[in-house]
């Protein structure tokens, strides 16, 4: 158990719907990622947020945004849903230190899939 | 920009037979961060390893290691005796530290693994 739990595990709706897709990080991680895994386009990173404040941006749809609260939590807001869109969609944690890059610890994965 | 590709899409082996996953990457800059991660059945990422670009010492983990050549530009991994419980979906991972903090991590596109019994 890597200790980031995402909700739901698996969400199903229809496309031009909206869906919100939650995380809670590690303890004591300030960091959230949120990657998506599709089968044409693999792992690709969407978003990194760190303390609150987006820290880094990766080919998220403008569709597509992300908030992360003052408890450490995050949100992964999906709109507009086009079938292309049905995906895993994973958040990760990580803690930063004077190290170095700290390694990403990922949740299950929401499994979206819109008709 | 940053690549990995893992040339290998899918490997099948019989168990206790050693088996290599290939990575091998691209990326300009000389501070760089490796990974590796096992993708199960079940869904999950799982981090196995994580090198950076002034460590070329290889890694042994039990069963795992791991040969990092900057001349090559290739992180590769070795599974010795495989066993059933090692089919996975292993993906190699480039990650450059540009701004302090900021971690994008540039996937490979996987290398599926089997071990028949």
């Known amino acids: 158990d890597s200790g980031v739990t995402q909700t739901p595990k698996h969400l199903i709706t229809a496309t031009g719907q909206r869906v919100t897709l939650r995380c809670s990080p590690r303890?004591?991680?300030?960091?959230v990622y949120w990657y998506q895994q599709s089968l044409d386009q693999g792992l690709q990173f969407l978003i990194q947020?760190?303390?609150?404040?987006?820290?880094a941006k990766g080919n998220i749809l403008e569709r597509f945004s992300a908030q992360q609260f003052p408890d450490l939590h995050s949100e992964l807001n999906l709109s507009s849903l086009e079938l292309g869109d049905s995906a895993l969609y994973f958040c990760?944690?990580?803690?930063?230190?004077?190290?170095?890059?700290?390694?990403?610890?990922f949740g299950n994965g929401t499994r979206l899939t819109v008709t | 920009a940053q690549k990995v590709t893992q040339a290998q899409t899918e490997i099948s082996v019989v168990e206790k037979e050693d088996v290599t996953l290939d990575c091998v990457y691209e990326?300009?800059?000389?501070?760089?961060?490796l990974f590796w991660y096992k993708q199960p059945p079940s869904g999950e990422l799982v981090f196995l390893i994580r090198?950076?670009?002034?460590?070329?010492q290889n890694e042994i983990s039990g069963r795992y290691s791991w040969n990092f050549q900057k001349s090559t530009s290739s992180f590769n991994f070795t599974i010795t005796a495989s066993q059933v419980v090692d089919s996975a979906v292993y993906f190699c991972?480039?990650?450059?530290?540009?701004?302090?903090?900021?971690?994008?991590?540039?996937f490979g596109q996987g290398t599926r693994l089997t071990i028949n019994p």
């Open positions: 990760a944690s990580s803690v930063e230190g004077r190290g170095g890059l700290s390694p990403l610890h």
């Open positions: 303890s004591g991680d300030l960091s």
């Open positions: 947020y760190y303390n609150g404040e987006e820290r």
């Open positions: 990326t300009r800059d000389t501070t760089y961060y």
């Open positions: 090198r950076n670009s002034f460590d070329e």
């Open positions: 991972a480039l990650s450059e530290a540009r701004i302090q903090g900021a971690q994008k991590l540039v």
